[in-house]
């Protein structure tokens, strides 16, 4: 059977090893699943097409009334900054609309919407993941890749049953007779 | 032969071992595993730094909760010289201080060790506070500790009062101190004269099993072997390169290693117009990196400061000759065979040291170079086999049972 193996990578401050080891997985006939935040930082790592990228900061995004949230504090003031900036106050407008991304929406969107967002069990981030796998949420070795992953391992393990957990393929423990 | 008849466990516990994402790091940790490893019992305890920049209170708390998944019981792989392994990552808040990094390396190999001792009655850690401090809080009470340092970053430590202190408890209760060179060495006796006896030189090893196909005739194909760093002074290389080249068009440049300067000089090779001529290959692992010495006709080495050295080394293992910095390690490996290995040159922040190191060296090459003596004297001091009898000779005595 199909090895399926998910790299928790959502500090991103260790991308080549989970890039490498997501393709050795790859290579070796598996599955890889990456979980990421801020799938963007990600750009100078050429990360192979076959690996499945599950971006959390996305998926919390485009969650039920995080979408109508998104629209107001992001989009919406996106969309009144360029045309208000048109022609020669382009620069101060972009300036404008940075500002906002820092210092209202995001702190907005962190300290606010998402701690309210995460009361709901079926909206924390590992729910989300097996919610976006569906039927190929069948995790057999889960690697944490990052210092930040670490506490999302553990709510991860509350939620997905994984035989094996380790911080590297090559130190990972051996699949046992009868694993799924 | 000082290697007991039966074999005798060893652990050692480093904070440096190459893995998948990094090849080169603590490659010499690796070889000194692989040449003493033969004839013991021996575990590696590869407690490898993650820093992060994040509150480190749940990351603890999530480590300690995950152990019971990733660490019960430790999960050991085989690795050189029969040698078993045993990784972690040490999670780290950035930039704490050296008497806190070597704190959290002990709390967390305890961690992993479920508070139980070190299983061997000789320990031999890497780098004094990382490896050395873990492995002095963790060994069992009647264990004998052996510390090889390697850290080209000494200094920073010694100037930290808590770290300094820290570095004397570890000099006073290890059973023997080694250093890879008088570049660290010097430093360490300067500032703890009264354990001046205790510190012993000790290189790294290096393996000469292997020998190039076919001699070098001619020094057309650099090679230069290391991460591309300002440190290393790679940016002069790639400049008198250029200015070689300029003279002899048949000139080919090969980088090994990555490095922030990866795209600097990318954009200088366009610039220059040398697309043709040079090749940035990356990271290779070990053994790729030794077989492209057998491929390459001259090493090229402008590192600012080396503890040792051991590229230096492997090219001179792999046929090939090198010219090389006085960086503080290469002056000592090369000490009475520095013209049969290549040229050595003075650290400068310019190219020209380099061009004219690399003209005085084709004019002396081939006849005046001699490459065989230069390997076979270093084989005697950094080969396998020399480096794994003054290890043995160190932790198991000169009993021949």
Same mark, same amino acid.
Not at chain 2, 1 to 9: D, I
Not at chain 2, 153 to 182: I, N, W
Not at chain 2, 224 to 235: A, D, F, I, M, N
């Given at each position: 059977?199909?090895?399926h193996?998910?790299?928790? *990578?959502?500090?991103?401050?260790? +991308? ?5 080891d ?8 598996g ?20 690996i ?5 900061d =996305?998926?919390? +995004?485009?969650?039920g ?11 919406? /003031?996106r ?6 900036g ?6 101060l407008?972009?300036?404008?609309a940075?500002?906002?991304?820092? @210092? ?12 309210? &967002?995460?009361?709901? !069990? ?11 796998l ?8 889960l ?9 999302a *391992? ?5 939620? %997905?049953?994984? /035989? ?8 990972a423990p051996a ?6 | ?10 652990a ?6 190459p ?11 690796r070889?000194?595993?692989?040449a ?18 994040l509150?480190?209170? /749940?990351?603890?708390? *999530? ?7 990733t ?13 078993? &392994? ?10 704490p ?6 704190r ?11 508070? =139980? ?12 506070l ?5 492995a002095?809080?963790? =060994?069992? !009470? ?20 808590e770290? +300094?202190e ?21 430093p &360490?006796? =300067?500032a ?10 000790? !290189?790294?090893?290096?393996s ?11 020094? @057309? ?10 440190? +290393? #002074?790679?940016?002069?290389v790639?400049e008198?390169?250029?200015?070689? @080249? ?19 000089l990318g954009a200088?090779?366009q ?8 090749t940035?290959? #990356?990271?290779? !692992?070990?053994d790729r990196?030794?077989?492209?010495? @057998?491929?390459h006709?001259? &090493?090229v080495?402008?590192?600012r400061?080396?503890t ?12 090939m ?10 002056e000592?490996?090369?000490?009475g ?10 650290v ?10 690399f ?5 002396? %090459? ?6 065989g ?11 396998y086999?020399?480096?794994?009898e003054?290890h043995?000779?160190?932790w ?6």
């Amino acid at each position: 059977m199909t090895e399926h193996v998910l790299f928790l *990578a959502e500090g991103g401050t260790r +991308k080549r090893a989970a890039a490498i080891d997501a393709v050795r997985v790859l290579d070796a006939g598996g599955e890889a699943t990456l979980v990421v935040r801020d799938f963007a930082a990600w750009k100078n790592e050429r990360l192979d097409k076959r690996i499945r990228v599950i971006d959390v900061d =996305k998926l919390e +995004k485009r969650y039920g009334w995080m979408r109508a949230e998104q629209a107001l504090l992001v989009r919406g /003031p996106r969309a009144a900054f360029r045309l208000v900036g048109l022609g020669p106050v382009k620069r101060l407008s972009q300036r404008a609309a940075g500002a906002w991304d820092r @210092r209202v929406a995001t702190p907005l969107h962190q300290r606010t919407f998402l701690p309210l &967002l995460r009361r709901r !069990p079926a909206a924390r981030p590992p729910a989300l993941i097996r919610q976006h796998l569906g039927s190929r949420a069948g995790v057999d070795l889960l690697v944490v890749t990052d210092p930040a992953s670490m506490p999302a *391992a553990v709510t991860f393990l509350q939620i %997905f049953d994984v /035989p094996r957990v380790a911080y590297n393929l090559d130190t990972a423990p051996a699949a046992s007779m009868g694993e799924r | 032969m000082t290697t007991p008849s039966h074999p005798s466990p060893v652990a050692v516990v480093t904070p440096w071992y190459p893995g998948a994402d990094h090849a080169f790091r603590g490659a010499f940790v690796r070889a000194m595993v692989d040449a003493t490893g033969p004839g013991t019992d021996m575990t590696v305890y590869h407690c490898e730094e993650w820093g992060h920049r994040l509150d480190g209170g /749940p990351i603890e708390a *999530a480590y300690q909760s995950l152990l019971s998944r990733t660490h019960r019981p430790p999960h050991a792989i085989p690795t050189a010289g029969g040698a078993r &392994l045993i990784h972690t990552p040490v999670p780290l808040t950035v930039s704490p201080g050296y008497a806190a990094i070597g704190r959290r390396h002990a709390e967390t190999l305890s961690a992993v060790l479920d508070g =139980k001792p070190l299983p061997a009655p000789v320990v031999h850690a890497h780098v004094g506070l990382q490896g050395g401090w873990g492995a002095l809080r963790n =060994k069992a !009470p009647d264990a004998r500790l052996f510390v090889t340092e390697h850290a080209t970053f000494l200094g920073g430590v010694l100037a930290q009062p808590e770290a +300094k202190e820290m570095y004397d408890e570890l000099l006073t209760r290890c059973a023997g101190f080694f250093a890879v060179g008088a570049a660290v060495s010097d430093p &360490l006796i =300067k500032a703890f004269p009264h354990h001046r006896d205790k510190i012993r030189l000790m !290189p790294n090893p290096v393996s000469f099993d292997v020998r190039r196909p076919k001699p070098v005739t001619d020094l @057309r194909r650099w090679l230069y072997v290391g991460s591309l760093t300002e440190r +290393k #002074g790679v940016r002069w290389v790639l400049e008198a390169f250029a200015r070689c @080249r300029a003279e002899d068009e048949t000139l080919e440049l090969t980088l090994v290693g990555d490095g922030e300067l990866r795209r600097p000089l990318g954009a200088k090779v366009q610039e220059l117009g040398l697309t043709d001529a040079v090749t940035f290959l #990356g990271l290779q !692992p070990p053994d790729r990196a030794l077989d492209l010495m @057998r491929e390459h006709d001259l &090493l090229v080495h402008n590192s600012r400061f080396e503890t040792f050295g051991m590229t230096i080394v492997e090219a001179s293992a792999a046929g090939m000759p090198v010219l090389v910095t006085r960086c503080g390690g290469p002056e000592e490996t090369l000490a009475g065979i520095e013209e049969d290995a290549g040229e050595m040159i003075d650290v400068e922040e310019a190219s020209d040291a380099l061009v004219a190191g690399f003209r005085r060296l084709r004019d002396r %090459f081939p006849d005046k170079i001699d490459l065989g003596r230069a390997r076979h004297r270093l084989e005697s001091r950094y080969g396998y086999a020399a480096t794994a009898e003054a290890h043995h000779r160190a932790w198991f005595g000169d009993t021949d049972d």
